[in-house]
């Protein structure tokens, strides 16, 4: 008897344990394949869903209820809105250049910190940052923007406890582990005490828009990058104390 009629003769031998062990790899197949099939559908689903809520939000940020009704296609600011003159102070050539220099070395000398005094600001100061801040030019002046300084303890300590958790995420599950890497020289950790440290926070809101007095979206053009140069205009008032 050769191996292939052994194996023949121990089939037929057996012919109820061979066919029952064959359905059931069949089942266990099917319902490992079924499972595995589903939570790829499920995936596909929940990422189909996710797009579809960014495109809403994207497209309820641009749409502009005006395009429907050109009865209501009114400026956002009046017509009429009187337009402010640039008129720059004439200066020498010598001065422009030392203002220059001055203003560089001034700026140079911003550094990104991470440890605060607890030393008091002045009222009058934090309000003068905040309206440099909204000197910031942006899209057809819509100023979609707003500064909220938080000066209250509790406050502090609350939005310090909110970020700790999200830079926790950030740090263990959403940046890349080159991000994570990149960022070993500057040693920043998911924890900020200089958070509640600081006397002051300012909090930058980006509005993607706003409403008209009459009730009608009013839009926000270049939002992020206004919101962004504002953002820059703010720092740069800070450096000149
Ligand atoms: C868009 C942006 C995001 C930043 N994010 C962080 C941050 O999450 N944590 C941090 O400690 N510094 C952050 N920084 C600060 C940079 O690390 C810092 O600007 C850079 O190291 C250069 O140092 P300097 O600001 O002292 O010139 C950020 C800066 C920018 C412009």
Redesign the pocket.
């Known amino acids: 008897m050769n191996i292939i009629s052994l194996v023949v003769w121990t089939l037929e031998k057996n012919c109820f344990t061979v066919y029952t062990a064959l359905i059931v790899c069949f089942v266990g197949f099917t319902i490992f394949h079924k499972n595995k099939l589903e939570a790829h559908y499920r995936s596909a689903e929940k990422k189909e869903k996710l797009a579809r809520t960014a495109a809403v939000r994207k497209e309820r940020d641009f749409r502009d209820d005006s395009d429907e009704d050109p009865e209501l296609l009114v400026p956002a600011i009046p017509e009429d809105t009187p337009h402010i003159v640039y008129q720059p102070p004439r200066r020498t050539d010598d001065e422009v250049l030392r203002r220059s220099r001055e203003y560089y070395e001034l700026m140079a000398q911003?550094?990104?910190v991470?440890t605060f005094s607890a030393e008091p600001i002045p009222q009058d100061v934090l309000d003068n940052l905040i309206k440099t801040a909204g000197t910031s030019p942006s899209g057809a002046h819509t100023e979609p923007w707003t500064f909220v300084v938080v000066q209250d303890p509790k406050t502090k300590e609350a939005i310090r406890n909110i970020v700790e958790e999200e830079e926790e995420l950030n740090y263990s599950k959403r940046m890349s582990r080159q991000w994570v890497t990149d960022l070993k020289p500057?040693s920043?950790k998911p924890v900020k005490p200089y958070l509640t440290d600081a006397p002051a926070l300012v909090l930058v809101f980006r509005q993607a828009y706003s409403w008209r007095p009459d009730g009608k979206k009013r839009m926000h053009y270049y939002s992020e990058i206004s919101t962004a140069i504002a953002a820059g205009f703010l720092l740069a008032a800070i450096q000149v104390r």
């Open positions: 911003r550094r990104t991470r500057f920043t």
